[in-house]
T-cell receptor
Framework: QQQVKQSPQSLIVQKGGISIINCAYENTAFDYFPWYQQFPGKGPALLIAIRPDVSEKKEGRFTISFNKSAKQFSLHIMDSQPGDSATYFC???????????FGKGTLLTVNP | NAGVMQNPRHLVRRRGQEARLRCSPMKGHSHVYWYRQLPEEGLKFMVYLQKENIIDESGMPKERFSAEFPKEGPSILRIQQVVRGDSAAYFCASVVDRGTDTQYFGPGTRLTVL
């Protein structure tokens, strides 16, 4: 059972454009929603995270939008750059153990 | 300030051999998680440990897999009698304490079973 569904599977954006990646979750016990960025051959690196008490969080060019009633959250990358080309994973956790449930990832390619 | 360290970075084993993967958490962190990433897949939780204690092993296969985090030294993920389906990238992540949500990931160990 896939508890976090991520789309699209891959995304191609022109430099300067906006990249949007969407995730939906099923488990209402989730209360922490991070996004990770992973480059080939590297481990995931935390990009930005949100809790359900806010609907939006912005850090630089990266914004998370969160819709608790729809059980959806999304990552927006403004002014996308070729260096942003990577795989992005959404994740969710809840409960005392905070183990992360990941989406399947989105391969983002930003063309120069 | 060293991050999470994992070794080896690449490991090749023949079917039936044992694989030992090591994870040293960030300084001051006392809890580690292990995740497995199959090709074209997201990471899947395996086990959550604190020093000398397994907190949650609900993601561990029932056979051949074990994990430990001794009082001294790195956390070890051990896979006995490896099969081709064990080929994957194995990541550990550390947190400063239980109840902390931010997990810091290591670079991973890429296991190839021939």
């Amino acid at each position: 059972q896939q508890q976090v569904k991520q789309s699209p599977q891959s995304l191609i954006v022109q430099k300067g454009g906006i990249s949007i990646i969407n995730c939906a979750y099923e488990n209402t016990a989730f209360d922490y929603f991070p996004w990770y960025q992973q480059f080939p051959g590297k481990g995931p690196a935390l990009l930005i995270a949100i809790r359900p008490d806010v609907s939006e969080k912005k850090e630089g060019r990266f914004t998370i939008s969160f819709n608790k009633s729809a059980k959806q959250f999304s990552l927006h990358i403004m002014d996308s750059q070729p260096g942003d080309s990577a795989t992005y994973f959404c994740a969710a956790s809840g409960g005392s153990n905070y183990k992360l449930t990941f989406g399947k990832g989105t391969l983002l390619t930003v063309n120069p | 300030n060293a991050g999470v360290m994992q070794n080896p970075r690449h490991l090749v084993r023949r079917r039936g051999q044992e694989a030992r993967l090591r994870c040293s958490p960030m300084k001051g962190h006392s809890h580690v998680y292990w995740y497995r990433q199959l090709p074209e897949e997201g990471l899947k939780f395996m086990v959550y440990l604190q020093k000398e204690n397994i907190i949650d092993e609900s993601g561990m296969p029932k056979e051949r897999f074990s994990a430990e985090f001794p009082k001294e030294g790195p956390s070890i993920l051990r896979i006995q009698q490896v099969v081709r389906g064990d080929s994957a990238a194995y990541f550990c992540a550390s947190v400063v304490d239980r109840g902390t949500d931010t997990q810091y990931f290591g670079p991973g160990t890429r296991l190839t079973v021939l």
